[in-house]
């Protein structure tokens, strides 16, 4: 599946780089990253890197809240591993989020559901920051700066859509019988597809105690509100050091006139449309051109070029993407040679 998606991203760069050539200028942005600070650039990694460290203390509040203990560094690597996921598969959202599932389950032996409930609440809470995060920074610059109609109406679509997907998340996570329902139809279209491979009443069985035990953890959750700060507060953490990641990088470029509001503004939006499980790996290609003329469009009456935008845009996509593709590359390596040694020392064990 990995295999498959470096083709998607291979034509997310074309896409970019052609961008790059005819609307902006290559001799334009060649000349702005000579202006780079190392030091601050440095300080702008430093931040994405605190920033998976603060979003895997919020999952791991929420699974001890379910009684699931792991040691922090495994929770870390496997978040990492979902990250690299992530970015590589085209169905951005959901194919870390499975990978982390199976990964907690084989370790701990838990129910799988159980393990659900801890990933989907922590969706949850990110995505409520992030809308949070939008309708607060949207309405500040909106009111203070009176920027165009056309502006006004994209964030609010994309609020509005947030809104919906936050919604119906939530209310499959506490209607056991709509979940069931989906999930009864996603097991017979499975049957269905793999004929004689599996057996309707098993799967069906196993689909109704991984439900069973989803919805166990997420009553669990929501009977427990006080826990519930910890991983709420962690979120918010995590989200401001995406927040300062990109405000270091502009100022890393000397640009000091750089608005918060519009910070804040382009990356609940573009983490809006990155959660879409459809797509380009890492939304490459689509999502820098849209953050690059959103910036553009906030920041130019402040007298932010379009092509200091765009740099700007491409040095955060280098740390969000690349940087995090290497580091989950490496952790990806580990989890294997890690599961290496532990069946190589059943074996010895076992003879």
Known sequence: MIKRGVPFLLIGLLIFVAYLFFFVGIENIVMILQQVDPVYYSLAILSALLSVFFYSLAWQSLLNLLSIK?????????????????????????????????????????????????????????????????????????????????????????????????????????????????????????????RGRWQLTRLRSQAQKMLEAFHQGINVLGKHPK????????????????????????????????????????????AAIQGIPVGVPGMTGFVQIMMASLYTLLLLPQGISHATTVTATMLVWIITFWFKLFVGFVAVQWVGIKTLMGDISKSSQTE
């Open 227 to 270: 826990g519930l700060i910890w991983p709420v507060a962690f979120s918010i953490i995590a989200w401001f050091f995406n927040l300062l990641l990109t405000f270091l990088v502009f100022i890393s470029l000397e640009e000091y006139g750089i608005l918060l509001s519009a910070i804040i503004i382009v990356y609940s939006i573009s």
């Open 70 to 194: 792991m040691p922090f560094k495994k929770i870390f690597l496997y978040v990492w591993v979902g990250i690299f996921v992530d970015l590589l598969v085209p169905a951005e959202s959901v194919s870390g989020e499975v990978s982390r599932v199976y990964l907690m389950s084989k370790e701990t032996s838990e129910n799988a559901g159980k393990v659900v409930a801890s990933v989907v609440s922590h969706r949850v809470l990110t995505m409520t920051v992030t809308l949070g995060s939008l309708v607060t920074g949207s309405a500040f610059f909106i009111l203070q700066y009176k920027p165009t109609a056309l502006v006004v109406i994209f964030i609010t679509v994309i609020a509005v859509c947030t809104t919906v997907s936050l919604a119906l998340l939530l209310y499959l996570s506490f209607k056991k019988r709509a979940t069931g329902r989906i999930v009864d139809w996603i097991v017979r279209l499975l049957v269905r597809v793999f």
